[in-house]
């Protein structure tokens, strides 16, 4: 079965400073990788996925994720973090098979001191 | 266009009783799928629709039911509502939902459930 551990469930990262959000994952095939961002009380938005192709992805708002499948890993970075970053960062793996399901982490969240 | 929207936002219930949540997709897209978010946890998967049949449930019990309709809109049911089921809900619309496809979802606001 999929899974998604986050190791870190609080982050504190100085306005300006680069940020890493780790995310590991369990899956038996190729993995679809998502990370989305909540901020308190609202739903999710996605930052970025990877399904295929260049390990490198862009998203929004000026992050980039990495996969390494050799690590399991699905990494989230930023290099400048602004205040308006301060959220909940959760790393997701879906799966085909049939239907669509993403298996969430426990989630990270960022607290971004001035 | 607009994003994926739940109804309501916010309501309170009483153990036992019974409660319908609603979503609208995006315009075009054909998959709803439904996620309860407990309080400090990742949501986790409820159901997934997909041209108005079920393609998906997660270990929910059977008190949990939705269906999706001929306009992909969809509603989540739960009965003999319980403490624990106060959560966010989410719903979450995709362009495609065909066996063996993965596509990103997009998530409506939620909707704040307390069971009192």
């Known amino acids: 079965a999929q899974s998604v551990t986050q190791p870190d469930i609080h982050i504190t990262v100085s306005e300006g400073a680069s940020l890493e959000l780790r995310c590991n994952y369990s899956?038996?095939?190729?993995?679809?990788l998502f990370w989305y961002v909540q901020s308190p009380g609202q739903g999710l938005q996605l930052l970025l996925k990877y399904f295929s192709g260049d390990t490198l992805v862009q998203g929004i708002k000026g992050f980039e994720a990495e996969f390494k499948r050799s690590q399991s890993s699905f990494n989230l970075r930023k290099p400048s973090v602004h205040w308006s970053d301060a959220a909940e960062y959760f790393c997701a793996v879906g799966a085909g098979g049939g239907f669509q399901k993403l298996v969430f982490g426990t989630g990270t969240r960022l607290l971004v001191s001035p | 266009d607009a994003g994926v929207t739940q109804s309501p936002t916010h309501l309170i219930k009483t153990r036992g009783q019974h409660v319908t949540l609603r979503c609208s997709p995006i315009s075009g897209h054909k998959s709803v799928s439904w996620y309860q978010q407990v309080l400090g946890q990742g949501p986790q998967f409820i159901f997934q629709?997909?041209?108005?049949?079920?393609?998906g449930r997660g270990n929910f019990p059977d008190r949990f039911s939705a269906r999706q309709f001929p306009n992909y809109s969809s509603e989540l049911n739960v009965n003999a509502l319980l403490l624990g089921d106060s959560a966010l809900y989410l719903c979450?619309?995709?362009?495609?939902?065909?066996?063996?496809?993965?596509?990103?979802?997009?998530f409506g606001q939620g909707t704040r459930l307390t069971v009192v």
């Open positions: 629709y997909y041209e108005k049949e079920e393609r």
């Open positions: 979450a619309s995709s362009p495609s939902g065909r066996e063996g496809e993965v596509s990103e979802a997009f």
């Open positions: 899956y038996g095939a190729t993995p679809y």
